[in-house]
């Protein structure tokens, strides 16, 4: 991987953003609204809010990175700029880098901002510091980021890449114990439940919900998801083709 390759598509993939004001709203301001909804829809119960906000804090940027960079790049594939950016002197590695680091940035932005509303707006009442808050709401935006660069490369149109969204995330939003903790699932789902990041993901948000400091449990949820995301993004790297069918 060439650092320089690598940060100059990240700042052509930005400066292509800029022109795209709907896809920043759907990463930036979606999450914020989604919890701004949740917290009037358990207005009569703020623990609860406390509770499930605390795991959406970290499932709802996942979910909208997912969206926004499955379909990002797909749309640059199918136009054929990806076919034309590899025939240049320019790695897999460089281009899947520079995807990640330009949607990494704008998962920062994203989790900061849903992280300070959640805390000092809707009084999202955690126990643990509100740094780690916003590093497993960062980490999960990456994850969103890394599994919507990687699932691209298996669609040939906008409209597949959405419908990767029920294979890939519903499932997990199902078995990460949100609905029900995991270890009252069937013996089956909770082993397959173990092995997806999204239950570590909200394990960790958890963690922060219920300890000041920081746990083993909580580093490893941590670790875990990040482990995850460059995993991902590895494979994405691997997976992605020079020529669009």
Same mark, same amino acid.
């Given at each position: %991987?060439?650092?320089?390759?690598?940060?100059?598509?990240?700042? !052509?993939?930005?400066?292509?953003?800029?022109?795209?004001? !709907?896809?920043?709203?759907?990463?930036?301001? #979606?999450?914020?609204?989604?919890?701004?909804? &949740?917290?009037?829809?358990?207005?009569?119960?703020?623990?609860?809010?406390? $509770?499930?906000?605390?795991?959406?804090?970290?499932?709802?940027?996942?979910?909208?990175?997912?969206?926004?960079?499955?379909?990002? $790049?797909?749309?640059?594939?199918?136009?054929?700029?990806? +076919?034309?950016?590899?025939? %240049?002197?320019?790695?897999?590695?460089?281009?899947?880098? @520079?995807?990640?680091?330009?949607?990494?940035?704008?998962?920062?932005?994203?989790?900061?901002?849903? $992280?300070?509303?959640?805390?000092?707006?809707?009084?999202?009442?955690?126990?643990?510091?509100?740094?780690?808050?916003?590093?497993?709401?960062?980490?999960?935006?990456?994850?969103?980021?890394?599994? @919507?660069?990687?699932?691209?490369?298996?669609?040939?149109?906008?409209?597949?890449? #959405?419908?990767?969204? =029920?294979?890939?995330?519903?499932?997990?939003?199902?078995?990460?114990?949100?609905?029900? =903790? !995991?270890?009252?699932?069937?013996?089956?789902?909770?082993?397959?439940?173990?092995?997806?990041?999204?239950?570590?993901?909200?394990?960790? %948000?958890? +963690?922060?919900?219920?300890?000041?400091?920081?746990?083993?449990?909580?580093?490893?949820?941590?670790?875990?998801?990040?482990?995850?995301? &460059?995993?991902?993004?590895?494979?994405?790297?691997?997976?992605?083709?020079?020529?669009?069918?």
């Amino acid at each position: %991987m060439n650092a320089a390759r690598t940060l100059a598509t990240a700042t !052509r993939v930005l400066r292509q953003l800029r022109h795209d004001p !709907r896809s920043i709203a759907l990463m930036l301001l #979606v999450p914020a609204l989604m919890l701004v909804l &949740l917290r009037y829809v358990f207005d009569g119960s703020a623990r609860t809010f406390d $509770t499930v906000g605390a795991s959406l804090l970290g499932i709802f940027p996942l979910v909208t990175m997912f969206l926004v960079t499955s379909i990002a $790049t797909l749309r640059e594939r199918t136009s054929g700029t990806l +076919e034309r950016l590899l025939a %240049m002197p320019l790695g897999k590695a460089d281009l899947i880098g @520079g995807y990640a680091l330009a949607f990494g940035a704008l998962a920062v932005v994203q989790s900061v901002i849903a $992280t300070t509303l959640a805390l000092w707006t809707l009084g999202l009442d955690v126990t643990g510091s509100p740094w780690l808050l916003l590093l497993v709401a960062l980490l999960d935006a990456l994850l969103g980021t890394a599994l @919507g660069l990687f699932v691209s490369a298996f669609a040939s149109s906008e409209f597949q890449a #959405v419908q990767f969204m =029920p294979a890939v995330i519903f499932p997990q939003l199902l078995l990460c114990g949100l609905f029900a =903790p !995991r270890e009252s699932m069937h013996p089956a789902l909770e082993a397959i439940s173990d092995v997806l990041p999204m239950s570590y993901a909200v394990d960790g %948000m958890n +963690e922060v919900l219920r300890h000041s400091e920081i746990t083993a449990e909580f580093a490893l949820d941590a670790a875990v998801v990040a482990g995850c995301a &460059l995993l991902v993004i590895a494979l994405g790297a691997v997976t992605l083709r020079r020529r669009t069918p």
